[in-house]
């Protein structure tokens, strides 16, 4: 195994790629918290539905530890070769177009379109469920469904990113995003370990013996969805110099004390729930309806700030395409960021109110794009970018890991859209969870 902390810090002049986006201007710290933004995102409260339900305690437990692991150090090898070749690659597929050539930088593009798109249908979906959650504690008459609130969700998610120009403007919001963050955590926290012990939790594995095998794989590539980003590189342009070693700093803050929250409110859900635990968990919880309507406000504000960092991406692509620089009041530059901006996210919605099965869309973006990206590419571009530097055992190591993943996604592949057929059939479009 290369060991993660070795960093080639080679003396040589390096090239930044042009940008209509901020690079090179954030401390660390701040891009360690982009990075607990979203792993600490409104998803942490489905995961105990959706990793620990299927996987049981031992392998959840396991599982998540495991993940925890192995997604460190993918992400850090990713991280090493920011500066490589003499070059700053601020793009995934930039760095692989740099290593494998242009048909690779169009298949990354395209993987890495695929990930981020899903990852916001997905909380668009978990923010219209913390909408349809609140309005339900105050008027549970069904006349306002849940398509509705994913509708209410994606106007504010518009609105959020026509405001902010780029990722490096967030700054205070990372701020109120970690407030909202322990805000919901918190409260799911103490309310299922209430619920808990006062009623002992069935943790039997629910299914049959085929639907197990397929929900297992599934729940399998939820584990590294976890710990996803799926744009390394592009949180790491926005960091000062010293690029490598600052960007191991917030990795390393993000996997230890980014990760211990997703962990409480993972653990402690399926605890209190077992195998009734909710893919929203506070659905599952009881309480006073104040606390619980606090959560939910947070849990959907959170969402917004995140769903805006997994669309950044998307929109630095079109801003430099576009030639969208200068003040962001500009009136052609806020012109186009309304259209353009607001389009993106009048897709994304219309697509997370027609399907909104969110444990599933979570195994499909785990296995068509988290896992090649996150894994498989990670590894073989370290490999080929190394392999002078690498001993025999060291290459064997990272094949070992290509071969695996290649195999695992093809599997979750396979589980994840055999449950969104599942819950076609079950569901119809516009079906109010």
């Known amino acids: 195994m290369a060991p993660i902390n070795d960093v ?15 690079i090179s201007s954030d401390s660390w710290f701040q891009a360690g918290f ?13 995961y105990s539905g959706t990793i620990m339900v ?14 925890t692991a192995i997604s460190l150090y993918a992400n850090c090898l990713i991280a090493k070769l920011h500066e490589f070749g003499g070059k700053r690659h601020i793009r995934y597929r930039d760095l692989a177009g740099f290593i494998y050539g242009r048909t690779a930088y169009s298949l990354t593009w395209g993987l890495q379109y695929a990930n981020l798109f899903m990852i916001n249908v997905g909380y668009i979906i978990l923010a219209g469920q913390a909408l349809k959650a609140l309005y339900v504690l105050f008027s549970d008459d069904h006349v306002m469904k849940l398509p509705y609130f994913i509708a209410i969700a994606g106007v504010v998610c518009a609105l959020f990113a026509i405001s902010i120009p780029h990722l490096s403007a967030l700054k205070i919001w990372l701020g109120f995003s970690t407030v909202f963050s322990l805000v919901y955590i918190i409260v799911a926290f103490i309310l299922s370990l209430r619920d808990g012990v006062k009623t002992p939790a069935d943790y039997s594995l629910p299914g049959s013996s085929t639907s197990k095998i397929f929900t297992t794989i599934g729940a399998s590539a939820n584990l590294v969805f976890a710990f996803n980003t799926g744009m390394l590189p592009e949180i ?13 700093k917030a990795l390393y803050f993000q996997f230890t004390a980014g990760v211990l929250p997703m962990y409480a409110v993972t653990f402690i859900g399926y605890w209190a729930y077992g195998s009734s635990t909710s893919t929203y968990l506070l659905n599952s919880v009881n309480g006073p309806i104040w606390i619980k309507a606090a959560a939910n406000i947070s849990a959907f504000l959170q969402t917004v700030i995140a769903l805006h960092i997994f669309a950044s991406p998307m929109y630095e692509y079109l801003d430099t395409k576009y030639g969208i620089t200068g003040s962001a009041l500009n009136i052609k530059n806020l012109s186009f960021r309304i259209v353009v901006r607001g389009g993106y996210l009048a897709i ?11 444990g599933d ?19 073989h571009m370290y ?30 592949a396979v589980a994840a859209v055999r449950l ?4 076609s059939k079950t569901y119809n479009l516009f079906a109010d969870l």
């Not at 690029?243 to 191991?248: I, Q």
């Not at 994304?348 to 969110?358: D, G, N, Q, V, Y």
């Not at 869309?361 to 590894?379: Q, R």
């Not at 064997?396 to 093809?410: A, E, P």
């Open 361 to 379: 869309f979570m195994s499909l973006t785990g296995a068509i794009s988290t896992l090649p990206l996150t894994f498989i590419l990670a590894n």
């Open 420 to 423: 969104i057929a599942v819950d």
């Open 34 to 46: 982009v990075l607990t933004t979203g792993i600490n995102s409104a998803y942490v409260l489905g």
């Open 348 to 358: 994304t919605t219309l697509i997370s109110a027609m399907l909104p099965f969110l």
């Open 8 to 22: 080639d810090e080679e003396k040589m002049e390096v090239a930044a790629p042009q940008t209509a986006h901020q």
């Open 236 to 248: 790491q342009a926005t960091v000062r110099q010293p690029v490598v070693k600052n960007m191991l």
């Open 383 to 412: 490999l080929v970018a190394k392999k002078t530097k690498l001993n025999s055992l060291q290459r064997l190591w990272h094949w070992l890991n290509v071969c695996f993943f290649g195999c695992m996604s093809l599997a979750a």
């Open 54 to 67: 299927p996987l049981g305690w031992i392998g959840g437990v396991v599982g998540l530890i495991a993940a």
